[in-house]
T-cell receptor
Framework: SQQGEEDPQALSIQEGENATMNCSYK?????LQWYRQNSGRGLVHLILIRSNEREKHSGRLRVTLDTSKKSSSLLITASRAADTASYFC???????????????FGQGTILTVHP | DAGITQSPRHKVTETGTPVTLRCHQTENHRYMYWYRQDPGHGLRLIHYSYGVKDTDKGEVSDGYSVSRSKTEDFLLTLESATSSQTSVYFC????????????FGPGTRLTVL
């Protein structure tokens, strides 16, 4: 399988703490994306980082990408109970510039934030 | 939310029957995708479309076919449903290859008895 591996599979923290989720992959990428899924809902795009970028911020989210280690991390700062969800990394294929936008998803991290 | 709807939202069917799931978008996006989501497997790509009448296979395409006769509609057909196809099916759309962000529909929960 060329799916990304996510770590940890589950994370339980208290409100106000930071949450860090990691994603590793095996093949070269065009970009890496993070998505969030609330229970029973579809996925929502959070952030995209391209292979030539090392760090990106969006509100309380910080994503890093290390292409030499083939890994990425998502940091959620000052977590809230409403951040409780599953988080997925998705690897955007590097196919000579004609990837048609295909993504390969990891198995996800279940984040629980206790009030 | 992006203008993506899926129908039906829930379906229970019996083994051997044909099933068609519909994805409809109002965003005029070129690219459309069908995924299935199962515990322990994350999301896996079944088929995708890069234009009207242009489709290709994904990671888990066996037992599934698709059609796209209009920009806004992407149909997923299970010709003869099996219990292993019990899953939650998500449709996604993307505006361009360069953007690569995908927007997901609400999902269809399919149970094959």
């Amino acid at each position: 399988s060329q799916q990304g591996e996510e770590d940890p599979q589950a994370l339980s923290i208290q409100e106000g703490e930071n949450a860090t989720m990691n994603c590793s992959y095996k093949t070269s990428i065009n970009n890496l994306q993070w998505y969030r899924q609330n229970s029973g809902r579809g996925l929502v795009h959070l952030i995209l980082i391209r292979s030539n970028e090392r760090e990106k911020h969006s509100g309380r989210l910080r994503v890093t990408l290390d292409t030499s280690k083939k890994s990425s991390s998502l940091l959620i700062t000052a977590s809230r109970a409403a951040d409780t969800a599953s988080y997925f990394c998705a690897r955007g294929e590097d196919a000579g510039g004609t990837s048609y936008g295909k993504l390969t998803f990891g198995q996800g991290t279940i984040l629980t934030v206790h009030p | 939310d992006a203008g993506i709807t899926q129908s039906p939202r829930h379906k229970v069917t019996e083994t051997g029957t044909p099933v068609t799931l519909r994805c409809h978008q109002t965003e005029n996006h070129r690219y459309m995708y069908w995924y299935r989501q199962d515990p322990g497997h994350g999301l896996r790509l079944i088929h995708y479309s890069y234009g009207v009448k242009d489709t290709d296979k994904g990671e888990v395409s066996d037992g599934y076919s698709v059609s796209r006769s209009k920009t806004e509609d992407f149909l997923l057909t299970l010709e003869s449903a099996t219990s292993s196809q019990t899953s939650v099916y998500f449709c996604a759309i993307s505006e361009s290859v360069g953007t690569d962000t995908q927007y997901f529909g609400p999902g269809t929960r399919l149970t094959v008895l």
